[in-house]
């Protein structure tokens, strides 16, 4: 299972855009990255799945390097409900190793 | 609306009481997962099913135990837990079991044990 490593916590400010980076040096061929987002006391929620280059969405884009060794997660004009903890998973096809397994995450605060 | 529902939303109960919480899925999903999120902390994997059979126990202690009686339903059983069981429980549902596909979650169970 490659294993994820993102900042505790970030601050931004409302109408900024932020960017998170979550680094996985060791994710394997087969793996897609996954970026959930968890409200308080909230179940997480899906927000963007890619496996190279570039994905974008209504919600989001997420920029994956060549060499996939890192994905940057953008959410572009932020507000105050973007405040939630963001999850980076990385994991592919069915294996005893593809558990939907969730790490620390990374807290962001949004300030007005 | 995620399409998973859990009950009861929030739940107190006694070291000695059982009690059961329950999810249920109307997405068509086969794979179904226990998660226990303590304060603070990340999501803890407890368990999942996948076509109705148990593929992860993830040590959880036997105080737990889960069932899977279709695909659509999954229950939590709980008897004589500690108060440091105390934490939301979510249930999660998802086509497959796969990192690489989209997990729906419920909105958890707020348990308190005294």
């Known amino acids: 299972l490659a294993k994820t490593t993102q900042p505790i916590s970030m601050d931004s400010y409302e109408g900024q855009e932020v960017n998170i980076t979550c680094s996985h040096n060791n994710i394997a061929t087969n793996d897609y990255i996954t970026w959930y987002q968890q409200f308080p006391s909230q179940g997480p929620r899906f927000i963007i799945q890619?496996?190279?280059t570039k994905v974008t969405n209504e919600v989001a884009s997420l920029f994956i390097p060549a060499d996939r060794k890192s994905s940057t997660l953008s959410l572009p004009r932020v507000s105050l409900s973007d405040t939630a903890v963001y999850y980076c998973?990385?994991?592919?096809?069915?294996?005893?190793?593809?558990?939907?397994?969730f790490g620390s995450g990374t807290r962001l605060s949004i300030r007005p | 609306e995620t399409g998973v529902t859990q009950t009861p939303r929030h739940l107190v109960m006694g070291m000695t009481n059982k009690k059961s919480l329950k999810c249920e899925q109307h997405l068509g999903h086969n794979a179904m997962y226990w998660y226990k999120q303590s304060a603070k902390k990340p999501l803890e994997l407890m368990f999942v099913?996948?076509?109705?059979?148990?593929?992860e126990n993830n040590s959880v202690p036997s105080r737990f135990s889960p069932e899977c009686p279709n695909s659509s339903h999954l229950f939590l059983h709980l008897h004589t837990l500690q108060p440091e069981d105390s934490a939301l429980y979510l249930c999660a549902s998802s086509q497959r079991e796969a990192m690489n596909t989209e997990a729906f979650f419920g909105q958890g169970t707020r348990l308190t044990v005294v």
């Open positions: 998973l990385v994991g592919g096809v069915p294996s005893s190793a593809s558990k939907i397994i």
């Open positions: 890619g496996y190279k």
């Open positions: 099913y996948n076509f109705k059979e148990q593929t």
